[in-house]
RNA sequence: GGGCCGGUAGAUCAGUCUGGAAGAUCGCUUCCUUGGCAUGGAAGAGGCCGCGAGUUCGAGUCUCGCCCGGUCCA
């Protein structure tokens, strides 16, 4: 931020902030007697700004006013503003597919950024409104811990958002005037608020290196909506006024619908029916008047400045005229309810919309939601049912967002899937815990960390399970704080990754793209714009596609009267088309050329191509509604397509796929290819045409299979499935949590795999002299045989070895008191080592050395009685060196060998030698 | 996206740091004890130590790659 809090408060004055309203009502600009901010007001006596810490918390609770439930409330809402020359747009997914830099929609601006707020493409109507719901997970605005403590704090809520567009080309844009006066116009009338209720305060809005002034309306204590203007900008460091300014004012619908309602919480305003359930059943009932105190003061919490409240509540405890420990006992469950509430709703949300639970990004927020829900429900021993909890949050869902009772099924499925591997890590948690506790009762940090690291067991559960053996277990109060001055420790220690050198183009061409208009043309002629390096060649129109939205470039040819230069790359800068040469060429501007793509190759890029829009929607069909597109690769030779998915996929489903793909094929459906412009498609088609993820710009290229799938894709594409002549698919693997990858073969490399398949069936087949059909059955007859004989084997060796060395049938030489074995045998080391402790077992001062040898090694094992006192280590060791190698071992039992296969000889005799000189 | 941990008998896990005969408990089979059951006793079966390379005389153990599962953080 080039410029400093201090710098933009002094730049916006009083007049930045009168609007026309506060000039014809006479409203006063005063200065908060607590917080110093400016606000304005119609009541001269007035000294606070509203903001509910210098109101003394919510006044609002228990006033009931219009009474609007959440749903009464968009309508309300949208009703108002249509009426007031808005259009109401559809709400966007929660997921932000159109979007590169979040997962989540967190605010209704986000439906505008980047496209419209850069002025890329024109907003779908102007003035407009949207319920648009947010997801806020973690970050700085709600710590997950705090949902359901605080009395106000969701972790998914409506934003209604309030937007007016004004740049130079756009019409019916309005700005703080009009805006304030709407504001105004439906707090009075709607809400039914009189003036001297309502306060403004002054504040400077900034967010993504715009800013711009901010008016808040407060009433009773409480902020209803925010009201920002972004005006401004900054350019090389210096204040700019934005092309586009635009209003963006979010109605917390949420908190409008409390405020009307007057609750205890905003929970009981927005899912009464989840509270009276879990209430019911549970017979848990709360004191109306104690908890109408308790959130009034919980409206005082400090949410956004500490992320620990504990600190707070137990001053607010003491408010209550209890202790800390009976406020939790007594408001606890409550708490608890109110939070299960709340995540329940925002998981029925997510997943509706296409997010699944997993380990990884949004996907991990998600997870802890569910945990959360599950461990409160033990912390408190609630009885519910889930399914249950899901379904009501998921009806309640459905009245304002349709959409996401049709996902009913995979959601229960889903929160079915994520319970059950909750309590496994839960049940392993537990006898890790419990055989640590075996061992010892301290835990050192590095030991909590690791629990907590790899097995999911925080300090707390550690204390717990420790407590259930009546052993009581230090954790340090500071787990937390510690463990973040770890991983920063470790964070420190990661490198940057440095960016690839690319070209720079001092001037921006047009190049107008040839590869949309007949796909299968591989011949064009055009003009040379420009030439960088002797070896960049830009054209006014080209054939060769670039490499962009996952499919990689054309290659072929460009020739200059008799020149041929080979295109070996092809990439995009802008609207600039670059094509590298192989060869170093003097062309000059302004030449004419033609060009030649290398057809087959496109061809097969193609099929992989268009292959890959048939097998996401086949996924889609054969796993479930809740699969998209989470990446995807297209070459020449293979494609691959990364599908969002909660589990592994079975081989099964895998050729469910590929046989649903290939009847696509069959039927022959036609692919048509249009551009639309951006609002258009989304209106048209929906979010599920941003498959492939971001695609930039105003117009969309929207690719479209016949009644099967849409998606906008800059690719080159066939005209019809059964040019892609067969798909196969080779493998699926779970590249992380909830994404799994589809390898993806179309046309001749599918062809060459399935015949590759054929052949090494044929050979396996062969080896064995079986049918391939019988090759299963024989393969395991074979490997339980070879299990059976290599029991066989050790059995036998073992009665061999007995038999060689019982009742002397091999001679003993006495070496002192010793009677040593010193003998040359076959075997490997295992045989050996059996033999040689037979040999010394009824020997009381059997010393053996035995020593066996193939075409590169020889391996030496020494062995004495158990009760003999003699180091047969040392002679192994020796004796292996000679072999040129090394050995060792433990007490009555020596290992060794080398690779001088010659030496064994000269062993022998040393083996003697050496036995001797160690009595 | 960045880490970390794990994969050994049907199950739960030791063994891996420091390379040298693949273990324990439960379960299973058979037998003994008993009128019968619980129990008790004895014997036994059951292992591609996830897969593939490498280092080594020798790898469950060390190195690298891959597969599978878990977990934490942003």
Not at 121 to 138: E, F, K, S, Y
Not at 159 to 169: D, I
Not at 433 to 462: A, C, H, R, W
Not at 756 to 769: D, G, R, T, V, W
Request: glycine share 8%; charged share 30%.
């Amino acid at each position: 931020m080039p410029i400093s809090g201090k710098q933009l408060k002094e730049r916006f004055k009083r007049e930045d902030y009168e609007v026309k309203l506060f000039k014809e009502r006479g409203f006063i600009r005063k200065s908060c007697s607590i917080c110093n901010h400016n606000f304005w007001t119609l009541v001269s006596d007035q000294e606070t700004c509203g903001d509910t810490r210098c109101s003394g918390g919510y006044q609002f609770l228990g006033k009931k006013g219009k009474n609007l439930n959440f749903d009464e409330t968009i309508k309300s809402l949208t009703d108002f503003f249509v009426k007031n020359g808005h259009t109401a747009i559809k709400d966007y997914p929660v997921v932000s597919r159109w979007r590169a830099d979040m997962e989540f929609t967190i605010a209704s601006i986000a439906d505008f950024q980047p496209w419209v707020l850069e002025g890329i493409i024109d907003p779908p109507a102007n003035p407009l409104v949207v319920p648009q719901m947010c997801i806020r997970t973690g970050g700085e605005f709600s710590d997950i811990d705090n949902i359901g403590k605080t009395a106000r704090h969701l972790t998914s809520f409506v934003m209604f958002g309030q937007h007016s567009f004004n740049s130079e080309k756009l019409t019916g844009g309005y700005w703080m005037d009009r805006c304030i006066e709407l504001n105004f116009k439906y707090l009075t009338e709607e809400i039914g608020l009189i003036p001297e209720e309502i306060t403004y305060g002054e504040g400077i809005w900034s967010g993504g290196g715009n800013f711009g002034p901010n008016l808040e309306a407060f009433a009773y204590g409480t902020e209803l909506v925010n009201n920002v203007f972004i005006a401004y900008g900054f350019e090389n460091g210096a204040v700019k006024k934005l092309d586009m300014q635009v209003i963006d004012v979010g109605w917390g619908l949420d908190r409008t619908s409390w405020f009307t309602q007057g609750t205890p919480t905003i929970y009981e305003a927005i899912f009464p029916n989840v509270i009276e359930y879990l209430q019911k059943e549970n017979g848990y009932k709360v004191d109306q008047k104690l908890l109408m105190d308790y959130s009034k003061l919980s409206g005082l919490l400090a949410v956004e400045e500490v992320k620990d409240l504990k600190e707070e509540r137990i001053e607010l405890a003491g408010k209550l005229g209890m202790s800390y420990k009976e406020m939790l006992d007594i408001l606890g469950p409550q708490e608890a309810i109110y939070a299960i509430g709340d995540h329940a709703r925002t998981l029925s949300m997510t997943i509706a919309d296409g997010a699944i639970p997993s380990n990884v990004g949004g996907g991990y927020n998600l997870r802890i939601l569910l945990r959360r829900i599950i461990a409160l429900k033990e912390l408190y021993k609630l009885q519910f049912s889930v399914v249950k909890l899901f379904d009501l949050q998921i009806n309640n869902l459905s009245i304002s967002f349709p959409r996401v009772k049709e996902h009913r099924e995979e959601i229960h499925k889903i929160v079915d899937l994520e319970t059950k591997r909750y309590s496994e890590t839960k049940k392993s948690g537990r006898r890790i815990i419990n055989d640590l506790l075996q061992k010892k009762t301290e835990f050192s940090f590095k030991t909590l960390v690791n629990l907590y690291q790899n097995n999911g067991i925080n300090p707390l559960m550690v204390k717990e399970l420790a407590k259930e053996k009546n052993l009581e277990i230090d954790v340090p109060a500071d787990f937390y704080i510690k463990l973040e001055e770890y991983f920063a420790e470790q964070k420190k220690q990661q490198e940057g990754i440095e960016d690839k050198a690319e070209i720079q183009l001092e001037k921006e061409y047009q190049t107008y793209p040839l590869y949309y208009e007949n796909v299968y043309e591989s011949q064009f002629t055009a003009e040379v714009l420009d030439i960088i390096n002797n070896q960049y060649l830009i054209l006014d129109k080209t054939m060769f596609y670039p490499t962009g939205g996952g499919q990689i470039h054309d290659t072929g040819t460009i020739q200059f009267k008799d020149k041929k230069y080979h295109v070996v790359d092809v990439m995009k800068k802008g609207s600039s088309i670059l094509h590298k040469l192989k060869e170093k060429c003097d062309l000059k501007k302004g030449v004419s050329i033609t060009g030649e793509i290398d057809a087959k190759r496109r061809m097969a890029i193609m099929r992989h191509h268009t292959a890959v829009h048939v097998v996401n929607r086949a996924a889609r069909e054969v796993l479930g509604r809740h699969i998209w597109q989470a990446g995807a690769d297209k070459t020449e030779k293979k494609a691959r397509l990364d599908i969002t998915h909660y589990q592994s996929v079975s081989t099964e489903e895998l050729q469910e796929i590929e046989y649903t793909s290939n009847k696509i094929i069959f039927e022959k459906r036609e692919i048509s290819k249009v551009n639309l412009d951006r609002d258009e498609a989304e209106r048209d088609y929906g979010f599920q045409i941003y498959q492939g993820g971001v695609v930039p710009g105003k117009t969309l290229h929207i690719v479209s299979i016949d009644e099967w799938d849409i998606e906008a894709c800059g690719g080159t594409h066939l005209d019809n499935t059964s040019d892609i002549g067969i798909i196969k698919l080779t493998s699926s693997e779970r590249i992380q949590d909830g994404v799994v990858r589809l390898d993806i073969l179309a046309g001749e490399p599918a062809l060459r795999y399935i015949q590759e398949q054929e052949n090494i069936l044929k050979k396996s087949s062969a080896i064995m002299s079986v049918e391939p059909k019988m090759l299963p059955k024989t393969a395991k007859r074979f490997f339980n045989e070879w299990k059976e004989q290599k029991k066989t084997i050790e059995s036998l060796t073992k009665k061999i070895a007995e038999l060689q060395y019982s009742n002397n049938s091999t001679k003993s030489e006495k070496i002192g008191h010793l009677d040593v074995f010193v003998q040359e045998t076959s075997g490997g080391q295992k045989e050996l080592i059996l033999q040689a402790t037979q040999a010394v077992k009824h020997y009381p001062n059997g010393i053996c050395v035995l020593i066996s040898s193939d075409n590169n090694r020889v391996t030496l094992i020494g062995a004495r009685n158990k009760e003999l006192d003699f180091d047969i280590v040392t002679v192994i060791k020796e004796l292996s060196e000679i072999a040129g190698g090394s050995g060792g071992g433990k007490g009555e039992l020596a290992i060794g060998g080398g690779s001088s296969v010659d030496k064994i000889a000269t062993i022998l005799i040393q083996a003697k030698d050496i036995i001797r000189k160690m009595i």
